[in-house]
């Protein structure tokens, strides 16, 4: 069967041909319907974060999978059910963080990430994954299903920050979300249709026209240009923001987040940057924290319980909203076009079956 995958040092993905794989007990086997791409893909690719399998010469790409059971296998799903899998997998047998459910919470060397770091992606015609990680999803949403796995690392995110605030009525009106990729405008499109904000912004570092302005603009949210005006500088930010996604890997926005919160607000941080050392004020830092109640909270990956929240969250977002995301999925013949990554390219799929 034909996958696509990543050599080492070889900085572009190719087609390589390998065996379809055999179920064992407890686990289905699942024909890929499409698989999203995303800015870690691109970190994976160019060897910036990720790596392959032990033993191995390439990893499989693809983490943001939609798929369809060919073979449950004695599992209890069904033939033809459309299903969406979870990422992390138990690195040797399994530990305290997956029994439980917290996947998620895993600390590095106690899972691997399928696609991205340890265990083959599900950028192939087919892959195997024990049930427990397959998350059905209604057959309408099948087209767009590689949309769960993003949507559900907002809602483990959104999950922490206003778990952060359970210790009183936090009641947060007003957001920014710190950059315009995929992740970004998803949450954007979250927060404006599923949750209680009432302002909302989003920083990006495009001109006018782009794709991505308009659609924020469209959504009802505010552009921010970077170049013009740094974080802690936006309208409201001298009262500040009551949350901010930070979704741009851009490290000096982490600690501008500190400053550009609101009293009590919270900042959860999501982008994976390289190492890059910069000047900070650490003393006015931890007294905006202490003084004013604030909250950072770090936060990857999601666990089954964000996909489901996801699949519920996909069902509500306006149409014309995905229709604009999307912007590209392509057969296996065309993968490369997945992965172009310029202005004009918003999220993108691999189609290995036409829906
Ligand atoms: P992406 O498509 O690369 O998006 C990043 C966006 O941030 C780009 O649109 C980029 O703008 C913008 N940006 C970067 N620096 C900026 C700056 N200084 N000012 C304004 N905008 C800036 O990636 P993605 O898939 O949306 O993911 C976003 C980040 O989250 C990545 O770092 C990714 O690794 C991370 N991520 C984390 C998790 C998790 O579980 N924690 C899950 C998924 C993704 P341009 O396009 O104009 O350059
Ligand atoms: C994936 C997560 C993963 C994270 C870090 C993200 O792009 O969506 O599932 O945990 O990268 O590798
Ligand atoms: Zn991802």
């Given at each position: 069967m034909k996958t696509i995958a990543v050599e080492p040092g070889a900085g572009k993905p190719t087609i390589l041909e390998k065996p379809v794989p055999e179920p064992r007990a407890g686990e289905a086997l699942v024909r890929t319907l499409r698989v999203g791409v995303d800015g870690t893909d691109h970190e994976v690719i160019s060897g910036g974060h990720g790596g392959i399998p032990?033993?191995?010469?390439?990893l499989v790409l693809g983490h943001e999978a939609v798929g369809i059971v060919e073979d449950p296998n004695g599992t209890g799903l069904e033939a033809g059910e459309i299903v969406v899998p979870t990422v992390r997998r138990p690195p040797n047998g399994t530990n305290h963080y997956f029994e439980s459910g917290?996947?998620?919470?895993?600390?590095?060397?106690?899972y691997v990430e399928r696609g991205i770091v340890g265990g083959h992606g599900f950028m192939a015609k087919y892959f195997t994954s024990p049930a427990e990680y397959l998350v059905p999803i209604p057959e309408e949403l099948a087209p767009l299903g590689f949309l769960v796995e993003p949507i559900s690392i907002s809602e483990k995110a959104l999950e922490h920050a206003y778990a952060s605030r359970s210790a009183f009525d936090w009641r947060p009106e007003s957001a920014m979300v710190l950059g315009n990729g995929s992740l970004g405008l998803v949450t954007v499109a979250m927060l404006l249709e599923t949750r209680d904000f009432e302002r909302l912004y989003c920083l990006g570092r495009r001109d006018r026209p782009d794709p991505t302005i308009d659609i924020i603009e469209k959504l009802g949210a505010t552009y921010v240009d970077s170049r013009e005006t740094p974080v802690s500088k936006v309208p409201e930010a001298h009262e500040g923001m009551d949350f901010i996604y930070e979704?741009?890997?851009?490290?000096p926005h982490a600690f501008e987040t500190i400053e550009a919160l609101a009293p009590n607000g919270v900042g959860a941080l999501l982008g994976v940057p390289s190492s890059w050392q910069f000047d900070i004020d650490g003393g006015a830092l931890h007294r905006e924290f202490v003084l004013h109640n604030k909250a950072l909270v770090g936060s990857v990956n999601s666990h089954r319980g964000h996909f489901e929240a996801a699949i519920d969250t996909l069902s509500q977002l306006p149409e014309w909203f995905t229709d604009d995301l999307v912007t590209g999925v392509y057969d296996l013949d065309a993968f490369?076009?997945?992965?172009d990554d310029d202005d004009t390219t918003i999220k993108t799929a691999v189609q290995f079956e036409s829906i």
């Amino acid at each position: 069967m034909k996958t696509i995958a990543v050599e080492p040092g070889a900085g572009k993905p190719t087609i390589l041909e390998k065996p379809v794989p055999e179920p064992r007990a407890g686990e289905a086997l699942v024909r890929t319907l499409r698989v999203g791409v995303d800015g870690t893909d691109h970190e994976v690719i160019s060897g910036g974060h990720g790596g392959i399998p032990d033993g191995d010469d390439h990893l499989v790409l693809g983490h943001e999978a939609v798929g369809i059971v060919e073979d449950p296998n004695g599992t209890g799903l069904e033939a033809g059910e459309i299903v969406v899998p979870t990422v992390r997998r138990p690195p040797n047998g399994t530990n305290h963080y997956f029994e439980s459910g917290y996947p998620d919470m895993a600390p590095e060397g106690e899972y691997v990430e399928r696609g991205i770091v340890g265990g083959h992606g599900f950028m192939a015609k087919y892959f195997t994954s024990p049930a427990e990680y397959l998350v059905p999803i209604p057959e309408e949403l099948a087209p767009l299903g590689f949309l769960v796995e993003p949507i559900s690392i907002s809602e483990k995110a959104l999950e922490h920050a206003y778990a952060s605030r359970s210790a009183f009525d936090w009641r947060p009106e007003s957001a920014m979300v710190l950059g315009n990729g995929s992740l970004g405008l998803v949450t954007v499109a979250m927060l404006l249709e599923t949750r209680d904000f009432e302002r909302l912004y989003c920083l990006g570092r495009r001109d006018r026209p782009d794709p991505t302005i308009d659609i924020i603009e469209k959504l009802g949210a505010t552009y921010v240009d970077s170049r013009e005006t740094p974080v802690s500088k936006v309208p409201e930010a001298h009262e500040g923001m009551d949350f901010i996604y930070e979704a741009t890997g851009y490290a000096p926005h982490a600690f501008e987040t500190i400053e550009a919160l609101a009293p009590n607000g919270v900042g959860a941080l999501l982008g994976v940057p390289s190492s890059w050392q910069f000047d900070i004020d650490g003393g006015a830092l931890h007294r905006e924290f202490v003084l004013h109640n604030k909250a950072l909270v770090g936060s990857v990956n999601s666990h089954r319980g964000h996909f489901e929240a996801a699949i519920d969250t996909l069902s509500q977002l306006p149409e014309w909203f995905t229709d604009d995301l999307v912007t590209g999925v392509y057969d296996l013949d065309a993968f490369e076009a997945a992965f172009d990554d310029d202005d004009t390219t918003i999220k993108t799929a691999v189609q290995f079956e036409s829906i």
